[in-house]
């Protein structure tokens, strides 16, 4: 575990040492905004939903925003009840807000990667573009000193898990709809 620690305080020392602009401190308080309560990805479902054609995409999105919340917000972090970075090294500046929650994982990374995972299979175009967001987020937080790197890499294997799950849930509701005929 220290090994881990080691690198990952190499990591945001490495990106607070030499990437730090005064261009990005003005731009990642907005991506990670965009994160934040996973409120794109809330958004990018409820126009799903509204939208006939796309019903059952917002249903498979929605799916996977709330499996983020049970497994990764309400359990794990709570479970593991890791110290975020700022609140370990308070010498750094923070761009935002200091988040009170647990830093394991990151709720960002992983609504954002379960998000990406529905998008792509739904339509690979939008999926690159979600992706780019992803990861733009995903750094954000590292950026703004609020997460460690293996934080991040939580929230993109839990991501990718709780995506390829939504999906393979979605399918077999579907499934099961199709040929259950209605009592009507």
Not at 79 to 92: Q, T
Not at 113 to 134: E, P
Not at 156 to 172: P, Y
Request: hydrophobic share 50%; proline share 4%.
């Amino acid at each position: 575990m220290e090994t881990i620690l080691n690198i990952d305080n190499s990591i945001l020392d490495f990106i607070q040492t030499y990437m730090r602009t005064d261009f990005l401190d003005k731009v990642f308080p907005y991506i990670t905004k965009l994160g934040s309560g996973g409120f794109i990805w809330i958004v990018i479902a409820l126009v799903l939903l509204f939208n006939k054609k796309f019903r059952k995409d917002g249903i498979v999105l929605s799916m996977s925003l709330i499996m983020c919340v049970i497994i990764g917000n309400m359990t794990l972090k709570p479970l593991i009840a890791r110290i975020r970075p700022c609140d370990v090294n308070s010498a750094i500046n923070l761009l935002i807000k200091r988040p009170t929650d647990f830093s394991f994982p990151s709720g960002h990374t992983l609504s954002s990667v379960a998000s990406t995972v529905v998008i792509f299979h739904m339509n690979r175009k939008l999926g690159i573009g979600a992706l780019i967001l992803t990861v733009l987020i995903a750094f954000s937080r590292l950026y703004l000193y609020v997460h460690y790197p293996s934080d991040i890499l939580g929230g993109i294997i839990l991501g990718l898990f709780i995506g390829a799950l939504a999906i393979r849930l979605g399918k077999i509701q579907l499934h099961k709809s199709t040929l259950i005929p209605s009592d009507k």
